[in-house]
């Protein structure tokens, strides 16, 4: 991966989220996804925002699923 790699964002749906302390979970499982630079997730829109540089859709619906949700891009 070179450090000059286009920046990029990726969008989730997720389901199954029913409070803020889901919200955190979420956002934390994608922050700690290798590229991550941020994640902004909304309950209310059942979605996720990633952005950062060589990032891996499959993993990062693959951290949301392991921390207990669904996952789907969007």
Known sequence: MS???AKETVELSVKGMHCE???ARVKD???AADGVTAATVS???ESA???GRGLNA???V???IEAGFEASLA
């Open 43 to 45: 309950l209310a829109e």
């Open 21 to 23: 302390k889901c919200v």
């Open 58 to 60: 499959e993993a990062l």
């Open 29 to 31: 499982a994608l922050e």
């Open 3 to 5: 450090l000059f790699s």
């Open 49 to 51: 925002a990633v952005e």
């Open 62 to 64: 693959a951290a949301v």
